[in-house]
């Protein structure tokens, strides 16, 4: 094991426990062309853990490999599932923190759909941040509302004030997450009445209910509830509550500014406790659920059944390129229009709509994600199809 320091919390003890090499350094980020997609850039993940406090970093990240522009594309927003749990989250937010009329910020706002939402609801005022952002045709009708800004967000806004604050699914991200959060308190200063809302991918779900397909170059950093409220925590936050959400995909964390403090509750430190037997064990389970699936995929192609993947985005695009000499899928089935027409990056497998299936007619399709389950089997249903199914 090779020893560096935990950009959380400084330990010298962030010893690598894991080796994932040669992985397509962008998942959401498609190719127009077969060729290119298979020739995409590559990195090495080597994942370390701090037995400090919890946190998971790639500790080979190398953020010179990655350039987040607009052809960045992870929007879940087209699936009805994701869709109302966005719509839930944002009312439930409002009625929590009477965003009526209020100023938000959204660090990381992708296309702006959540910002949107927030905004639309609740009749706010909103400031969007993110380099990946694209001016869209609805947006227009909000443009008195919402101003977006193609940056990264940094102190140099510091001047933007406002009365909330969310940030999701980009605190994974970035290599120094606490640079970003001792920023953010700063810019805060004494209002103390400004609320935080980060959601991120919950790593308890990748390293304890061996969600692996989601460990991806982009992802840097990996926070379980222990390491997600030590940072908040360490850089000048009260945290009010950490809680799962999206059948556990997804960790959220509130908090208003407070005071600084490294002190663990009981609860933390058996959580912490966990984690690490958890990660002791992570690697030799990760390879049998590998190996599994290779199993299964040689199978499946003995029976020359025609199969797709349904689900392009990180999870799919990962499965595909670890078991890519073990199978013959030709096709990745994805909402998402952006990205129909696309190529996988490492395997090249083109990305099609559903009604593509029609003609294609396939026998099995495996679904990335179980929690898409009944949406993606309902849709097949109505397009006729007789296929079977598999979550993976």
Not at 175 to 186: D, F, S, V
Request: net charge negative; aromatic share 12%; charged share 20%.
């Amino acid at each position: 094991m090779s020893q560096h320091t935990c950009p959380v919390c400084g330990s010298n003890h962030f010893e690598t426990f894991f080796e994932m090499l040669e992985v397509p350094v962008f998942c959401n980020v498609l190719w127009p062309e077969q060729k290119a997609a298979q020739n995409c850039q590559k990195g090495d993940i080597k994942l370390a853990f701090c037995p400090s406090c919890g946190f998971i970093g790639n500790a080979a990240f190398d953020p010179s490999l990655l350039d987040y522009t607009q052809a960045y594309e992870n929007s879940l927003d087209f699936s009805p599932k994701f869709q109302n749990y966005s719509q839930s989250l944002a009312q439930r937010l409002i009625e929590n923190y009477d965003l009526h009329h209020k100023h938000i910020i959204e660090i990381g706002c992708g296309k702006g759909e959540f910002l949107v939402l927030l905004c639309e609801l609740g009749n706010n005022q909103g400031i969007g941040f993110d380099p990946t952002y694209v001016p869209l045709p609805e947006h227009e009708k909000v443009q008195d509302k919402i101003t977006f800004i193609q940056d990264y967000y940094s102190d140099k806004y510091a001047d933007y004030a406002s009365d909330f604050i969310c940030c999701r699914h980009t605190l994974e991200h970035i290599p120094q997450p606490t640079i970003l959060l001792e920023n953010l308190r700063q810019v805060i200063g004494n209002r103390s009445h400004t609320a935080i809302f980060f959601e991120v991918p919950n790593g308890l779900d990748t390293f304890q209910n061996m969600a692996i397909w989601d460990i991806i170059y982009e992802h840097c950093c990996y926070f379980a509830p222990v390491s997600l409220s030590y940072a908040f925590a360490s850089t000048g936050f009260r945290v009010e509550r950490t809680y799962d959400e999206f059948r556990s995909q997804f960790l959220c964390i509130e908090a208003v500014p407070g005071e600084s403090t490294k002190e663990m509750s009981q609860q933390q430190i058996a959580d912490l406790q966990q984690l690490t037997e958890d990660i002791k064990t992570f690697a030799q389970r990760f390879t049998t659920k590998v190996e599994t699936w290779q199993s299964k995929l040689e199978y499946i192609n003995k029976k020359d059944q025609r199969t797709v993947v349904w689900g392009a985005g990180s999870k799919g695009v990962t499965f595909l390129n670890l078991l890519k000499n073990k199978n013959h899928i030709d096709f990745i089935v994805d909402l998402n229009p952006r990205k129909q027409g696309m190529y996988v990056a490492g395997t090249g497998q083109r990305i099609v709509a559903p009604e593509f299936l029609r003609d294609y007619q396939p026998e099995l399709i495996l679904i990335m994600n179980p929690v898409y389950e009944q949406e993606i089997q309902q849709m097949v249903a109505d397009m006729g199809l007789n296929a079977e199914f598999m979550c993976v």
